[in-house]
């Protein structure tokens, strides 16, 4: 069975920093594609990052030079190092894996705000 467990999430100042950290379990995970993606309430799961198996990463444009994504494929983890976030960054978080099929975490809550 997989699973993906996000955390890392809370409340942070504008400006400030947060790192997010997803652990998975019941995949080959060094194989696996891994993707961050957000969502806020009424609107769609957006894509931020992604890093494949290579660790070729690519990044929205709202998160290209503030966040970066990387993994530890010894220990099945993907993180997310969210820097100088604004509150327009607010939402709630889900890690993703691709390999043969989509997965989802359960998401953790991101809040910029003074």
């Known amino acids: 069975q997989v699973r993906l467990v996000e955390s890392g999430g809370g409340l942070v100042q504008p400006g400030g920093s947060l790192r997010l950290s997803c652990e998975a379990s019941g995949i080959d995970f060094s194989v696996t594609t891994m993707r961050w993606y957000r969502q806020t309430p009424g609107k769609q799961r957006d894509l931020v990052a992604t890093?494949?198996?290579?660790?070729?990463?690519t990044y929205s444009d709202s998160a290209r030079g503030r966040f970066t994504i990387s993994r530890d494929n010894a220990k099945k983890m993907v993180y997310l190092q969210m820097n100088t976030l604004k509150p327009e960054d607010t939402a709630v978080y889900y890690c993703?894996?691709?390999?043969?099929?989509?997965?989802w975490g359960q998401g953790t809550q991101v809040t910029v705000s003074s």
């Open positions: 890093i494949l198996r290579t660790g070729a990463t």
């Open positions: 993703y894996a691709l390999l043969r099929r989509e997965y």
